[in-house]
């Protein structure tokens, strides 16, 4: 998990040029099942207490999601921090990276619903929002039956849209006009293999149509020298007095993870 996985100069500039690269095989074997049995347990734990005869809201429908495990679980945190992950990161975007946070998405199996196409970093409390990238490592193979992400290429180019209301959506051509005749591209991964999407580019997931559950884990990194803008988020919000408006991210919960 410390060894780098080799990019070529092609791909590099592909990913900027499209806002994402699909990548194979970035987690095998051994690495791979540990992985998932940290991740599934993890969430497993977390999910223990929820009722399940409560109605779910509608941004719950789309997944279960448990943000920032690394810092509850040991067993997740070296997944979350490790080296061969973060320098992809870093090569991709091109500079010194931080975790931004990560989060396990796991599309429920006949109920999980679509993951309506949207922007990630209009969400953020960060400037600027050009290079967040995120890792999106699927635990299991994840196929256009059972919610793989799709990607509009080089929309992460896209100035002055306004961010997406993941509850109550708006139509994609509506809120992007400029996205229309503009071909998506479906991912479908075999399990330990990944996506990386810049934080502007628009993407999608599907429902999961599948029996079982669709289990993904995204590792979303920020340049070091992204600046906190005191936006309200549910990561910041809880340690917004040990941040400073107008500096940089430099917390424990922001490690620097490539340099
Ligand atoms: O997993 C999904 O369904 C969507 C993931 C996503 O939007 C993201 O990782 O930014």
């Not at 400029?178 to 580019?201: D, R, W, Y």
């Not at 999608?204 to 906190?228: K, L, Q």
Request: aromatic share 8%; net charge negative; glycine share 6%.
């Amino acid at each position: 998990m410390n060894d780098e996985y080799p990019l070529t100069p092609e791909q590099i500039s592909n990913y900027r040029r499209d806002g994402f690269i699909q990548l194979n095989d970035v987690i095998t074997g051994q690495d791979l099942a540990a992985m998932r049995e940290a991740i599934t347990r993890a969430v497993q734990e977390e999910s223990a207490t929820d009722n399940p005869q409560r109605v779910k809201s509608s941004y719950e429908q789309i997944f279960i999601q448990k943000v920032n495990l690394w810092t509850r679980h040991a067993t997740v945190r070296p997944f979350v921090l490790n080296h061969r992950f973060a320098s992809l990161a870093q090569r991709l975007s091109g500079a010194p990276v931080r975790i931004w946070h990560d989060q396990a998405l796991f599309k429920e199996p006949h109920t999980g619903a679509k993951t309506p196409w949207h922007q990630d970093t209009l969400y953020w409390p960060h400037e600027p929002k050009r290079e967040q990238t995120t890792i999106w490592i699927a635990l299991q193979d994840t196929t256009i039956h059972n919610g793989c992400m799709s990607f509009i290429p080089g929309t992460h180019k896209l100035e002055g849209i306004e961010p997406v209301n993941l509850s109550d959506p708006q139509e994609l051509y509506e809120i992007a006009p400029q996205t229309k005749g503009i071909k998506p591209v479906t991912c479908e991964l075999k399990a330990g293999s990944c996506t990386f999407h810049n934080g502007m580019t628009f993407h999608y997931a599907g429902p999961n149509r599948s029996d079982g559950m669709r289990e993904a884990m995204a590792i979303i990194y920020m340049p070091e020298t992204t600046i906190y803008n005191g936006v309200s988020h549910v990561v910041t919000d809880p340690i917004k007095e040990e941040l400073v408006v107008g500096a940089k991210f430099d917390h424990k919960l922001f490690p620097m993870v490539a340099n």
